[in-house]
């Protein structure tokens, strides 16, 4: 039998990878999942001089490293990434003094408690479009490997427990209970994505076209539930 090919999901945090866990169920027959935690958002590390594509490239590289993967042996690379705002107009970034020192994010855009903190994420907003915009017309990460992204909109959080500003020590332990829900009720993975309001119906260039609007991108909404249909077409890819 040919060794099985290689998905890999590039995530942010270890509650992302604990949440997503249970798509090992749905994977291919040919194919094995491996999970990589990024331990933070790629699209807007400071001080990181290297486009986008080649940052996303390298976390692939270091995969390979720590696993020994060869290149051919990786069919595709999934990544996911939370929404935080980034398609607000700068107006819809608010100062209220009120507030603590991260971003409070609403239903109508975003609130910091001071100027300085607003031209900085006005800042991260317009270079983390550009970036997502770029990956967004990207069909390979390496010659070869499929290159697919997801988003969470407002973040993961809100998707998962509609609460955009979740306190880490919540974040963690609902994260774990999901984990241990699919495990119980495999099932239960495929319909909490999949049959929601929150799911962006068309294609996965339609949803980008989607999150783009308006205040969505505080909004809840994703379109992770693509996934299962990516999946799908990668079982005939990875032959």
């Avoid at 099985?4 to 999942?33: H, L, M, Q, T, W």
């Avoid at 807007?44 to 720590?66: E, F, L, S």
């Avoid at 996911?80 to 009120?98: C, K, P």
């Amino acid at each position: 039998m040919a060794d099985k090919k290689v998905v890999i999901f590039i995530v942010e945090g270890v509650s992302d990878e604990r949440v997503i866990a249970a798509i090992r169920n749905y994977v291919p027959g040919s194919c094995r999942v491996y999970i990589h935690i990024t331990r933070g958002d790629l699209f807007t590390k400071p001080g990181v001089r290297k486009n986008i594509k080649v940052r996303v490239a390298d976390q692939v590289k270091k995969v390979m490293n720590a696993t020994k993967f060869r290149k051919r042996e990786i069919l595709a690379v999934v990544q996911l990434t939370d929404m935080d705002g980034t398609f607000v107009r700068d107006q819809d970034v608010m100062i209220d003094s009120a507030v603590g020192k991260d971003p409070n994010y609403r239903e109508d855009g975003i609130v910091v408690r001071n100027a300085g903190i607003r031209q900085y994420i006005q800042k991260r907003n317009r270079e983390k479009a550009s970036e997502l915009r770029a990956m967004c017309a990207s069909a390979e990460i390496m010659a070869g490997i499929y290159y697919f992204l997801f988003y969470f909109s407002c973040n993961l959080d809100h998707v998962m427990h509609n609460n955009r500003n979740m306190p880490v020590e919540e974040k963690i332990r609902r994260s774990r209970d999901f984990e241990h829900s699919c495990r119980a009720h495999p099932e239960h993975f495929y319909h909490f994505f999949h049959d929601q309001p929150f799911a962006v119906q068309g294609s996965i260039d339609e949803t980008w076209r989607f999150i783009e609007q308006g205040n969505h991108s505080v909004q809840r909404y994703s379109n992770f539930h693509l996934i299962f249909d990516v999946l799908s077409q990668l079982e005939s890819a990875g032959g």
